[in-house]
C-alpha cells in the first residue's frame, strides 16, 4: 500500500497532499474563498484637502447595518443596505446627531466581490476637509475603527485575492514618478512575476515532497528522486532565478531613477548646473568656495528616465568641523551614485591637475557610470584642446558646457540619458525584480539551491539536501506571501497611505 502511495505521487503532484507535506513542514497563507469578515475599518480614500469630491470607505462585518444608520436615500425611507445589490449606487444624504451632513452617493461591495473580499461601502461627498471630518466621525461613533495604514490593501491579501508581491505593486504603481515605473508595476499587479515564481515553487515543492518520501521511508532504502535528475532540475532552477537577481539592477534604477551625483571641486559650478538642469532656484550659487555644506537633492526627468541629482560639497581639505562633515557625506553620497557628473572648470589653467582625482575615481567607484562635465567652455578659445586632453589621459566621456549661459546643456542630458539606454523599455519585458526585499529572497534562495548542488555532488545525506531545498522554497513563498511572516507584513504595509 506504502508503495502505491508513492507511486501516485511520483506519477501526480497534485497527489502530495496525502503525505501532508505542505503542514508538516511549511507555514503556508491558505485563504479561504468565503472569508470570515473582520472589525468594520474606515478611511478617507482619497488626498485630504480641498477638492470637488472626496471618497470615504468601509469594510468589514456589520458595515451595511452602520452605513443604514447614518444614510437615508432620497424619497426611499425603506431602502436597507442589507438587501441592496452589489456594485449599487445610492444618491442620499448623511447625518449626525446634530442633524445634516452632506449629501453623498453610496456604492455598496457585497462580499466576496470587493476589494478586500468583505462588505464594503464607499461614500462619495464633497470634498472639502470639515465634511470629511464630521462624516468619518459619525461613522466612528457608530462602530468603525480608523483603518491603519494600508490596512483594505492587507485585507484583500489575507483574504486571498491578490498575493503579497501584487499588493506591493499596488503601492508602487501608485507611487510611480515615470511612465516606465507605472507600466512595470501594472505587470506586477496583474501577477506576471508572481505566476513565474509560483512555477518554480511547484517544482521545488515536488523536489522536497519526495525528498521527505525518502526520509519518511528511509527503511525500504528506494531512491525516490535520481540524484542525477534532482541536480539537472536544481541547476534549471538556479538559471531562473539568477536571471531574476540579475534583473534588480535595472529593476532598481526604474522604480528608484537614475542616482546622479554631482562631483568636483569647490567653484567648479555644480550648484549652477543642477539648478539649470532643474530649471529653478534649488541651490545657493556664490563665487565663495565651500558654499554647499550638504548635500542637496532632487529629481530630474529627461524623456522617460528619472535622474534624482545630488549637488554635493567641494571636494578638498576641509577647513572647519561643519565642511569636513560635508565632504565626508559628499563621498558617501558618490559612492552609493549610479552616475557620477565630474565638474571641472576647464578654463582654469591648473585644469590637468584634477586627472588624478578622476582617475581614482574611475577605479574606486567602478560600479558607476562617469561623464567628465567640462565647464565654463564659454570662458576660453581652446576649450576643444583641453577637453581632447583630458579624454586622452583618463578614457573617460567628456561634454563641454556653461552653466551659467546654458551652453551644451542638451549634449550633456543626451550623453546621460545614453548611459542608461534602453532603461524606458525595460518595462515591456515581462519580469523584472524592482523591490530590495524580493531580491534579498532570491538571492538567498538561489544560495540554497546552491548549497544543494554541491551536497548532492558529495553525496551527502538526504536530510541535508532536505533542509536546504525547504529554504529556497520558504525565501521563494515569502515574495508571495505564501509563507506569511508577519514582520514582512508589517514592512510591506507600514508605507502604504491611510484608506489604502
Known amino acids: 500500500m506504502v508503495f502505491l502511495i508513492i507511486a501516485e505521487c511520483i506519477v501526480n503532484p497534485s497527489a502530495l497532499d496525502a503525505v501532508e507535506f505542505s503542514n508538516k513542514h511549511l507555514s503556508m497563507s491558505t485563504p479561504s474563498t468565503q472569508p470570515e469578515q473582520s472589525e468594520p475599518i474606515a478611511a478617507l480614500a482619497t488626498p485630504l484637502g480641498v477638492g470637488a469630491l472626496a471618497v470615504i470607505r468601509m469594510s468589514g462585518k456589520g458595515v ?11 424619497n426611499k425611507p425603506e431602502f436597507l443596505f442589507s438587501t441592496s445589490k452589489g456594485f449599487r449606487a445610492h444618491y442620499g444624504t448623511v447625518y449626525d446627531s446634530e442633524g445634516l451632513i452632506d449629501e453623498v452617493v453610496a ?27 464630521h462624516i468619518l466621525q459619525v461613522l466612528l461613533d457608530e462602530g468603525c475603527r480608523l483603518a491603519e495604514p494600508g490596512e483594505f490593501t492587507r485585507r484583500a491579501f489575507l483574504n486571498g485575492r491578490i498575493d503579497l508581491l501584487q499588493a506591493e505593486a499596488i503601492g508602487e504603481m501608485i507611487h510611480a514618478r515615470t511612465e516606465s515605473a507605472f507600466r512595470t508595476a501594472v505587470h506586477q499587479m496583474q501577477g ?8 518554480m515553487r511547484e517544482q521545488l515543492l515536488r523536489s522536497c515532497a519526495l525528498l521527505e518520501l525518502e526520509l519518511d521511508f528511509s ?58 538642469l532643474l530649471d529653478e532656484e534649488r541651490s545657493i550659487v556664490s563665487h565663495m568656495p565651500g558654499t554647499t555644506r550638504d548635500y542637496i537633492e532632487e529629481c530630474f526627468l529627461y524623456e522617460k528616465t528619472m535622474f534624482r541629482l545630488t549637488d554635493t560639497a567641494g571636494l578638498r581639505e576641509g577647513s572647519e568641523d561643519i565642511e569636513h562633515e560635508g565632504i565626508r557625506r559628499s563621498y558617501k553620497k558618490i559612492s552609493e551614485a549610479d552616475l557620477i557628473l565630474y565638474l571641472l572648470d576647464i578654463s582654469q589653467e591648473e585644469y590637468l591637475d584634477e586627472v588624478p582625482q578622476i582617475l581614482e575615481f574611475l577605479e574606486r567607484y567602478s ?31 567628456i561634454c563641454g558646457i556653461s ?36 531580491y534579498e529572497a532570491l538571492r538567498n534562495a538561489s544560495d540554497a539551491l546552491e548549497n544543494a548542488r554541491e551536497l548532492i555532488e ?29 514582520e514582512i507584513l508589517h514592512v510591506v504595509f507600514d508605507r502604504f497611505c491611510i484608506g489604502k
Open 367 to 397: 560600479n558607476a557610470r562617469m561623464i567628465v562635465v567640462a565647464n565654463k567652455i564659454d570662458l576660453i578659445t581652446e576649450s576643444r584642446e583641453r577637453m581632447h586632453r583630458i579624454r586622452e589621459l583618463t578614457g573617460c566621456d
Open 403 to 438: 552653466a551659467a549661459n546654458g551652453i551644451g546643456l542638451d549634449e550633456l542630458k543626451h550623453l546621460m540619458s545614453s548611459m542608461v539606454e534602453g532603461l524606458d523599455k525595460l518595462h515591456e519585458a515581462s519580469v523584472l525584480v524592482t523591490s530590495l526585499r524580493h
Open 107 to 133: 456604492l455598496t461591495f457585497r462580499s466576496p466581490n470587493s476589494f478586500t473580499m468583505e462588505d464594503m461601502v464607499e461614500l462619495s461627498c464633497h470634498g472639502g476637509p470639515v465634511v470629511v471630518k
Open 64 to 74: 451595511f447595518d452602520i452605513a443604514q444608520r447614518v444614510f437615508r436615500k432620497k
Open 458 to 486: 558529495s553525496s551527502s545525506a538526504t536530510e541535508l539536501i532536505a533542509f536546504e531545498l525547504r529554504s529556497s522554497l520558504e525565501y521563494v513563498g515569502e515574495i508571495t506571501g505564501k509563507v506569511v511572516n508577519e
Open 192 to 199: 506576471t512575476l508572481s505566476q513565474r515564481l509560483d512555477s
Open 219 to 276: 527503511e525500504e532504502d528506494v531512491e525516490f528522486l535520481s540524484r542525477g535528475q534532482l541536480r539537472q532540475e536544481l541547476a534549471a532552477l538556479q538559471v531562473e532565478l539568477r536571471r531574476l537577481v540579475d534583473s534588480y539592477q535595472h529593476g532598481r534604477l526604474l522604480k528608484e531613477g537614475v542616482a546622479t551625483v554631482i562631483a568636483g571641486k569647490p567653484n567648479a559650478g555644480k550648484s549652477t548646473l543642477l539648478n539649470v
